[in-house]
């Protein structure tokens, strides 16, 4: 797949299933399918999704938080079968742009400290790690590395 072919778009609520489908397949702990339809009515929430303009499949998703100057990442994911091919980089560089335009002036993470995959992308975009959350995750009970990135 080649970039010009990803579509990042405002969710909707038939996206939903899509998105839920993509939570199942990537996490060990998913969301219950209610709180995606939550995200799609709150006003601080920005919710996105990765479309292939060619199929119109929903291969990934943003759900990031703006409350003034601070931006919280909740969560993001792409589906397997397209992942390393640029979905996530789009649906990320997104949020920076979203960010720059918002005067957000910092914005924070959570990632299990194993997912050694997305470190590697938030290190890509210069997030640092500025902290851990001792048992942060359940299911499986793990720590927390917390990743910043200041704008200012
Ligand atoms: C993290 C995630 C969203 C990245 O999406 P993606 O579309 O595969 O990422 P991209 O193809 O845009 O990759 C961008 C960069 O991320 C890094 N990266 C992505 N996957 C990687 C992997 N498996 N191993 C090491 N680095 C990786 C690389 O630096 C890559 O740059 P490169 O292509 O120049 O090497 C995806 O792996 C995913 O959905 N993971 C499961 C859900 C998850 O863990 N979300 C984060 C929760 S905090």
């Known amino acids: 797949m080649i970039n010009e072919n990803i579509h990042i778009r405002k969710a909707r609520p038939g996206d939903i299933d899509a998105v839920f489908y993509i939570k199942q397949e990537q996490f060990s702990n998913p969301w219950k399918k209610q709180l995606f339809y939550d995200e799609l009515d709150h006003d601080i929430a ?4 990765a479309e292939d303009t060619a199929s119109k499949e929903i291969i990934g998703y ?7 100057e601070t931006l919280e990442l909740h969560d993001i994911a792409v589906i397997e079968k397209y992942k390393k091919k640029g979905a996530g980089s789009r649906l990320l560089e997104f949020m920076l742009e ?3 335009t918002r005067q957000v002036e910092e914005m ?6 194993s997912n050694t995959a997305a470190i590697a992308f938030y290190e890509k975009y210069h997030f640092k790690k ?7 995750y359940t299911g499986p009970v793990e720590d927390a590395a917390v990743y910043a ?3 200012k």
């Open 46 to 49: 920005f919710f996105y999704v």
């Open 130 to 136: 500025i902290d851990m959350r001792k048992d942060y």
């Open 108 to 113: 924070f993470l959570e990632v299990r400290q």
């Open 149 to 151: 990135l200041f704008l």
């Open 98 to 100: 979203t960010a720059r």
């Open 62 to 68: 943003i759900i990031f938080w703006i409350i003034r």
